[in-house]
Structures are given as structure tokens and as C-alpha cells.
């Protein structure tokens, strides 16, 4: 399979269009968070369905230096992954997925039915877990939430759009299902993987 998309160029920066965290005059915000455009072809005899997963690896793994006034964190600091968007049951005649289609603005609390493929169902994303505990934005985050890396750290984040083809209609599923889930059910699935990637810092010393 081959993915490309009209909303960035692989492994260059991504548009704060699409992004959930931008600077402004005061510092930093919410952006538009819109979804990228992604389409794809070169679909693999077989493809019942696919599932797409949005992943950035480059997530520090102390919190506590996350935002602290004063602190950078260091690129050499271990990394973990955090989901931005999980996707599955994209019926096999999808080849692609408008821009804002699925994401348009940051919903406090989450989008409780985000849109998406006829057909398809959204997952939770890791701003589930990030903004657990907090009054004004707790809930189930479903479907896609655009990058906002912390604004004090000196890694390019890269956020990988990950397309599976699967001979498979529908995985099993729980009704809040994580790319974790999406990763076990589809094992032993998948005909193909194809995958994206755009960059996003909010830190301005950092370079591509």
C-alpha cells in the first residue's frame, strides 16, 4: 500500500491546522485541531476493513518536567508512546479521509461521538489519561486530538499515521477500546501496514 497526505509532506512539519496546541500572544493554546487529510491506494486482494492509528513515540517519561517554568527537558530523556487517535472498521471501499472530517476544535471533556467513515468506530486517545484528574477537561477523549508536545522540550516530536489493511469486517472490541486494544484484536489480521509521518515542536529553538 502506499499513504500520502495533502495536509503535510512526509517527515516535515505538520500545519498547526491540524494540531491540538499552537503558541500565541500570551504563550501557548489551543490550536484548531482539525485532522489531517490522509489518503491511500495500492490496497492489498483480501482488504476487509482497515484500521488507522496515530502515535507519537517521542513523549517524555517524566511528567514532572512537563510545562515547569524554567526546566528543559532534555532529547536524550527516554521516550514513550502516546496515542492521538485510534480508528477501526474503516470499510474496505474508504481510500480516504478528509481534512476536519473527523476533528474540528478541542472539545473539553472530549468529543463524546466524533465523526468518521460510515461505519467505522473511534477509540479513546492517551488525553484520556493526560487530562484525568482535571475538572475543566476530564472525560473520554474519542477519536483524533492533534499534537501539543510540551513547550519546554527539546525533541521534534513525530507523530506516525499508521494504515492497517485487515481480512477482517469488524474486530472484537470493547465499547472504549485504545489502540492497545486495536493492536491485539487485529493480530494475525493484518495483509499490509503503511505508514506517515509529520513533525510538530512548540519549542522554537527546535529544529527539523
Not at 30 to 58: E, Y
Request: aromatic share 10%; net charge negative.
Amino acid at each position: 500500500m502506499q499513504i500520502r497526505s495533502n495536509s503535510f509532506q512526509h517527515r516535515e512539519r505538520i500545519p498547526a491546522e491540524f494540531a491540538a496546541g499552537q503558541p500565541t500572544a500570551d504563550g501557548f493554546g489551543f490550536a484548531p485541531n482539525r485532522n489531517p487529510h490522509l489518503a491511500w491506494d495500492g490496497v492489498p486482494q483480501g482488504t476487509k476493513s482497515f484500521a488507522l492509528l496515530c502515535i507519537d513515540p517521542d513523549v517524555p517519561t517524566v511528567a514532572e518536567m512537563v510545562g515547569k517554568e524554567g526546566v528543559l527537558i532534555p532529547a536524550d530523556q527516554p521516550r514513550c508512546d502516546f496515542v492521538h487517535w485510534a480508528l477501526a472498521d474503516i470499510p474496505a471501499n474508504v481510500r480516504e479521509i478528509a481534512a476536519g472530517s473527523c476533528s474540528d476544535g478541542v472539545v473539553p471533556h472530549g468529543k463524546p461521538d466524533p465523526a468518521g467513515p460510515a461505519g467505522s468506530r473511534q477509540g479513546l486517545n492517551d488525553y484520556t489519561g493526560w487530562f484525568a484528574g482535571n475538572a475543566d477537561m476530564s472525560g473520554d477523549w474519542r477519536g483524533y486530538d492533534g499534537p501539543f508536545p510540551p513547550p519546554n522540550d527539546l525533541r521534534l516530536h513525530r507523530y506516525f499515521f499508521r494504515l492497517f489493511a485487515l481480512d477482517v469486517e469488524r474486530l472484537e472490541l470493547p465499547s472504549k477500546f485504545t489502540a492497545a486494544d486495536v493492536f491485539q484484536a487485529m493480530h494475525g489480521h493484518v495483509l499490509d501496514e503503511v505508514a506517515i509521518y509529520g513533525t510538530y515542536s512548540l519549542n522554537p529553538s527546535v529544529k527539523d
